[in-house]
């Protein structure tokens, strides 16, 4: 097993509270992107159902719950227990609900369990067994070793599943199918499983007991256990969407089942191995080293795979929307509002080979439903504003990654979901036809100001793929429709504001209120979001140095808020205020680029150092864990791209903000041997601003990269020190805004669109 492996522990980040997010993650065990994740059960009914300071196991939960705002869907919980004779003999009575789930808890020691990406394992200290869990895929193999210092009992295993579900026994089989959909539009959407006993052991149903809250809990006899108990029980668990034939297909499909222990566990380290390996670093401090792959591993915990094999190899998926079996791939559980901005920024990179799968997956929703989709879990949630799965398609799009005849396509969905108004209030651009006649979003709709600023650079995106489709009209039209932003700044605050459908800012406006026309957050934190023109924002405050001294007001001032928005303090709000950078919140996700906005107006140096700092301190692997709401793996993404000193400020893009990298040395590691690599030639832990760069041996005075810079292979060396440069920087070395610095007028780009529109 390789070192990063070793060092990860799932638990950073899961000691969370409804008032208090520190991650509000769970310690998924899985594969990189596969059907289903695997935790260990501490708190049976709620949604953070594993806390690390609990010392009870109630079993491992195979779970596809996303976030804890989301709530959980086809959810099982397993336990496997070794029973005295007064157990065994309560077990052959009527059980009530919680006589029940005690009989199946049992005590843990958490500095005893392992905690891996790819392996989880616990000793129940009621009965002294040691379970195990490996995963694959589309399924898992479990393993139960008893203690021989603990006295012989009767051993029985549970599953707790919806009652909705249904079971079947057959021996050695237990098939059984689970839903427990909230919302969905199509409600029967489950999963089958298949729970296969070792030779000479067969499962017996003891009882069936109503937990309540339309679950219950099957407790069946391991009859002929003694006959495996030399060594240890081995189940294997297989899983589907589609139906139990599909169960029998999936398990003869895979070199995993049918496999020993050791193989199988070989298998899924060998499968975290090759992406963990897609990148290496180096520095004298393991624990931040450490710290680069636990976020490393977050980032392929989500979307999961929700496609399978047909018998000719072909992908194929049970539609949540439609009900039927489609062609194609599809994944879910994933919130683009979140991923935009850095997990697909970051696939592009370490796994541009699954970014076309992503793609399709995101294409057979609009096929299915009609609209591109915003937040799955597994259909749409409709949860955050704007449809920003467009910079998902542009970015890949623009950077190649997506065939032309899948281009196509999606650009057709991009455009009917950003032109056509849904009757169903979760899809589509909420308000469409008034944003395209006034420019804005009013304010009688809620989160109006993130809802149009979201639009526009969703316009931006459509436009950046109209371009490299050759729809010239398109392209113009979108682009100009990309400047709506304009609409809602406000010249005496600095700030974008509400208007009303008269076009009048709203009174009683105060730039801490959270809530009401913005989303999680203050006009301080979303004012800022003209991912592709910033230097036109720049030139709206009145150039360089205004615009960074309302950068500067962004952060000195007090972390304080107003909670008149939402009526009461939301978590996000507490984790802005639990640090000293005052109104930044890279907490959560629309303060992910804030740090780099100083690069726009010139001030780079400003940037490295409050780069520097929010990575070295708002990154810990401390109990503390991450410092808000890790969403997806969007921060960790955040601090993997930042710790390079990479950064898309604006996915839609082929450019990459240069930062600085924390490493002494960085290695992406590419196909073909290939590599890009960083070096800091004075590496110090107190040297915070980038004084020069090298690209390839030769002096590098812009502030970006190319994604073919990158992906070509290289080295990019940057040497620190303590005082920057005061050279003013060039509108030539700053990153990519659709506006020339300092200016109104178009750039080459759209003089480039106006030409091919006219047809000169």
Known sequence: MSAPYQTIDTRWGTRNSHRLGQGNTLPYTGVPFGMNHFVLETRPGESRFFHPEDGTAFGIRLTHQPSPWMGDFAWVTWQVACLTDKEWGQLKSPLSAEASRELASSGYRGDLAQFRPGFLSYQRLRDGLQVACCPTRDGASLKVTPDRRYPKGHWVMSLVLSQSGWYELECRQLTFYTNQLVGSKYSHYGQYSRMQAPEGVSFKLCQVVNLGAGLQQLWLELDGIEAVLSQFLHLEWVTSYISPAQLELNYRQSNFFGQSWDQQCAQTVAAWEDYLSRLTVSHRESKLVDRLFHCLYRTATFPQAAYEWSETGEPIHQSPYTGNLEPGYFFTNNGYWDTFRTNYPLYALIVPEMVPLFLEGILAVAREDGFLPKWLSPDERGLMPGTLVDAVIADAVVKGLVPSDLALELYQAMLYTAETESVHHLEGRQGASDYRRLGYLPASYGESVNKSLDYAYSDFCISQVAQALGDWERAKDYRQQSLNYRQLFDDETGLMR????????????????????????????????????????????????????????????????????????????????????????????????????????????????????????????????????????????????????????????????????????????????????????????????VLSRQLNGQDYAAHFLTYEDIMAGGQLEQELGFLPSLKPLEASLRPFSLALNGQREYNSLDCKIEEEAHGN
Do not use: C
């Open 498 to 689: 509400a208007k009303d459908q008269a076009g009048h800012f709203l009174d009683g406006f105060f730039s801490q209120t959270w809530g009401g026309p913005y989303t999680e957050g203050s006009a301080w934190q979303q004012s800022f979001a003209v991912y592709h023109n910033l230097a036109d924002l720049v030139a709206l405050h009145g150039g360089d140095e205004a615009f960074y001294q309302q950068l500067q007001a962004l952060v000195n001032q007090p972390a304080s808020y107003r909670v008149d928005g939402y009526g009461y303090e939301i978590h996000e709000m507490l984790e802005m205020a639990r640090r000293d950078w005052g109104q930044l919140a890279l907490s959560n996700q629309p303060s992910f680029h804030l740090p780099y906005l100083p690069i726009y107006a010139g001030y780079p140096h400003m940037a490295h150092q409050l780069l520097k700092s929010l990575m070295l301190e708002a990154f810990k692997l401390e109990e503390e864990g991450y410092i808000g709401d890790e969403d997806n793996g969007s921060l960790s993404a955040w601090f993997v791209l930042s710790s390079l000193g990479i950064y898309a400020v604006t996915p839609g893009t082929n450019q990459y903000v240069l930062g600085i990298s924390i490493w002494d040395q960085a290695s992406l590691n590419l196909s073909g041997g290939r590599r890009f690599q960083w070096t800091t030639l004075n590496p110090s832990q107190v040297l915070n601003v």
